[in-house]
């Protein structure tokens, strides 16, 4: 029963997933034919391309992986046919004979029928949909090979799993191809290790950062940036300790809510303590510290919150998910006809932050309660009906497109989250606003109205930049490790040509510095090119030679870490320029 399936009638994914499929199938045929006694398990289409699994008598070179390509590319010029038929389970077994992973596979099938799948020689055990013929598998590029457990199974047999990636056209597979090479290059990972910006310890454990230096400097900075715009718009800084009883998060819920993300309590004599897993009931008990009335609010408590969760160790990694983390955090309490003001003035923080980050591409996701799993979140239906209609009000209001995420709420209530894709298309969440009508009951928090009754105040919670770690992982790789002026741990060094223009070197420096710029002097044995191309592999922005000319000059040579070269320049109009690209910020 041959199909003759007409891919330019199916949609794009339908026509990608065949191709890709059938990809998988031509590799495996390559596979079996190159390599004596080759065992094939799985091979399915994938995001971007394709993958095969198999159990091989030697580890693969990229030698193989050349053989294999063109192996491949002969049958896909040879355009045969991919031709469907069923058969019993027993003469698939017989057909397999020799294929452990087919015939584990076969076992599996609920059906007396097997599906199967022939192109030339080879045939599959497959339900299909594919191509109708090997000429139509699109552009594909094999990409690399890694062990892979049988069934993902740490007991089973380790498998050779080699990945193709394919599209349509050999422009789409190219300017694919450079996108993966292009995140490689800004992997904030490698780009922390190679600026020194980061780093990890064995002994510390996983998702457990070290900031180093210069890493300590950007994140100071961001710091110092975000705290700013708090405190002009109101925002109370405070202090408060990163752990906490174990009744503190009985009483706010987290126990009951949180707790799998929560490290395991600490037994002392005659309690348990909590590393927290966030900083809210520590705000809530500063708020709760006072008495208050509707004249003082809305009540704003910030802090840089340092705080402690038990992600798994398949998902930390580098800085944009880790176990210790510092969120620019804030707690505002204020009344219910208050929530949608106060909202949109946390919005206008997060578009006055992104501008200064220079952030522009990024998206809003409601993220509501989940209504199949109920239990997963504090009870109270009227409560979530007006805290998620307040919610999407407030955005209606401000005329914001966003997407809806039952099920991504947090326990106490609904937020609303700005989402970022990294240079692969993987989402994660920064900026948040989430709005909590539970918090105040378990913690019987109140302010006094204007009819002198008690009235229950709404905290909002929200992270305008994030965690520090996230945000940081995100900058590099927006960046590229170039950071802006404002935010360059180093931002200009000072090259001598030669010894005897170390003394005027070092003074450009001392002046820098009090101008409270950060520049550094090269004063290494190398070459003044060598310092150069140091300093760019650095990205640092600006590199200022001094020679005799400029030492008779009082100027320096700039540079600028794009190759740019601005020729000298009076060392106090180097001073103001760069004094006038801080302020500016990346505006
Ligand atoms: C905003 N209580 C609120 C706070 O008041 C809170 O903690 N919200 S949160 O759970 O959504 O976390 C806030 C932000 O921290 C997230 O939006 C995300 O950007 C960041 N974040 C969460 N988990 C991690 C992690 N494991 N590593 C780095 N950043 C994280
Ligand atoms: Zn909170």
Redesign the pocket.
């Known amino acids: 029963m041959a199909e003759t399936p007409k891919l330019k009638e199916m949609s794009q994914e339908d026509r990608l997933h065949r191709m890709r499929h059938s990809a998988a199938h031509i590799m495996a045929e390559a596979v079996l034919e190159l390599f004596d006694g080759a065992k094939f398990a799985i091979g399915p289409a994938i995001d971007n391309g394709f993958y095969y699994d198999f159990d091989l008598p030697q580890p693969l070179t990229p030698d193989d992986l050349q053989k294999i390509d063109r192996r491949m590319r002969r049958t896909i010029k040879r355009n045969v046919e991919f031709v469907h038929s069923d058969i019993t389970k027993d003469e698939a077994r017989a057909m397999f004979a020799g294929q452990p992973y087919k015939l584990e596979l076969i076992d599996g099938i609920e059906d007396e029928a097997v599906s199967l799948y022939q192109h030339g020689d080879f045939t599959d055990l497959c339900e299909g949909p594919h191509v109708g013929r090997s000429g139509q598998v699109g552009a594909f590029k094999l990409t690399s090979s890694s062990g892979a457990y049988w069934r993902g199974d740490e007991h089973n047999p380790m498998l050779q799993r080699i990945y193709g990636a394919l599209f349509e056209t050999q422009e789409e597979l190219d300017a694919h191809l450079e996108r993966v090479e292009e995140a490689q290059r800004r992997d904030h990972r490698r780009l922390g290790r190679e600026l020194g910006l980061f780093a990890g310890h064995e002994l510390i454990g996983a ?1 457990l950062p070290l900031w180093l230096p210069k890493g300590a400097t950007v994140r100071r900075l961001l710091e110092e940036f975000i705290t700013g715009l708090e405190r002009q718009a109101g925002y109370q800084h405070v202090y408060t300790p990163h752990l906490a009883k174990r009744e503190l998060y009985e009483i706010s819920g987290h126990w009951d809510h949180f707790q799998d993300d929560m490290f395991p309590p600490m037994d002392l004599e005659h309690e348990q303590m909590v590393l927290r897993p ?3 009931p520590h705000h809530i008990l500063i708020y709760k510290n006072d008495h208050h009335s509707y004249r003082d609010l809305p009540v704003k408590i910030a802090e840089l919150g340092t ?1 402690y ?1 038990y ?1 798994r160790s398949g998902v ?1 990694g580098g ?5 210790a ?1 510092t ?1 620019n ?3 505002i309490f204020c009344a219910p006809e208050q929530v949608k003001a106060e909202f949109s003035n946390v919005m206008r923080m997060v578009e006055e932050a992104y501008e200064h980050l220079g952030i522009t591409e990024y998206s809003y996701r409601l993220s509501l309660r989940d209504p199949e799993n109920k239990e997963k979140y504090a009870p109270g239906d009227e409560m979530w009906d007006t805290a998620e209609q307040t919610l999407r009000e407030a955005m209606d209001e401000l005329s914001l497109p966003y997407t809806v995420a039952p099920g991504e709420a ?1 326990f106490y209530g609904p ?1 609303l ?1 700005i989402q970022f894709s990294d240079l692969l298309g993987r989402e ?5 606003i ?1 709005i909590d009508f539970h918090l105040p009951n378990q913690f019987d928090l109140s302010y006094i109205g204007e009819d002198n009754e008690e009235h229950r105040p709404v905290i909002i ?3 305008v930049i ?2 520090m ?2 945000m940081m992982a995100h900058l590099i790789e927006l960046y590229g490790g170039a950071f802006p002026l404002w935010l360059a741990p180093i931002q200009a060094v000072v090259i001598p040509i030669a010894d005897r223009h170390l003394d005027f070197a070092s003074q450009v420096v001392d002046d820098m510095l009090a101008a409270d710029l950060r520049v550094e002097l090269d004063d290494g044995g190398d070459r003044m090119q060598a310092k150069i191309r140091n300093a760019q592999l650095q990205k640092v922005p600006y590199m200022l030679v001094v020679g005799d000319r400029e030492q008779e000059a009082e100027s320096v040579a700039v540079r600028l870490r794009s190759g740019e070269d601005l020729g000298p320049l009076p060392v106090f109009q180097v001073i103001d320029r760069l004094k006038d690209e801080v302020a500016t910020r990346t505006k």
């Open positions: 998702g966030m900083n809210c705080m969760r992600e930390v800085l944009s998910r880790v176990r983390m969120l955090d804030a707690h947090a937020k989250d994660e969440t920064y900026s948040t989430q919670h929200r992270g994030s965690t770690e996230r």
